[in-house]
């Protein structure tokens, strides 16, 4: 089962920017779905953003426009670039994978986003 850790979460005024990392164990070449969940306090996890290894990236609606995700797998790390950070995006982000048929999940960064 792949170990994931995340890091770049931090403090960041409304307008901001932040770069979270996520590493993995292994090799990522070959991890089908890897993704970026996000929780707020009292709320659900959510999904933020998906990176396949073949075919179309998947962005929430909500953050359409300010984040990026992409992966690379010479370093067996995906990011999520985050833009124009609004408070609604405070929470904690954790990065998801599915490999060989199990899915692992990060222990999460704390990203808050102050108005």
């Known amino acids: 089962q792949v170990q994931l850790v995340e890091s770049g979460g931090g403090l960041v005024q409304a307008g901001g920017s932040l770069r979270l990392s996520c590493a993995a164990s292994?090799?990522?070449?070959?991890?089908?779905?890897m993704s970026w969940y996000r929780q707020a306090p009292g709320k659900q996890r959510e999904l933020v953003a998906t990176i396949p290894s073949g075919g179309r990236l998947y962005v929430v609606d909500s953050v359409k426009g300010r984040f990026t995700i992409s992966r690379d797998n010479a370093k067996n790390t995906i990011y999520l670039q985050m833009n124009s950070l609004k408070p609604e995006d405070t929470g904690v982000y954790y990065c998801?994978?599915?490999?060989?048929?199990?899915?692992?999940w990060g222990q999460g960064t704390q990203v808050t986003v102050s108005s």
């Open positions: 292994e090799t990522i070449f070959n991890i089908n779905v």
């Open positions: 998801y994978a599915v490999s060989g048929g199990y899915a692992s």
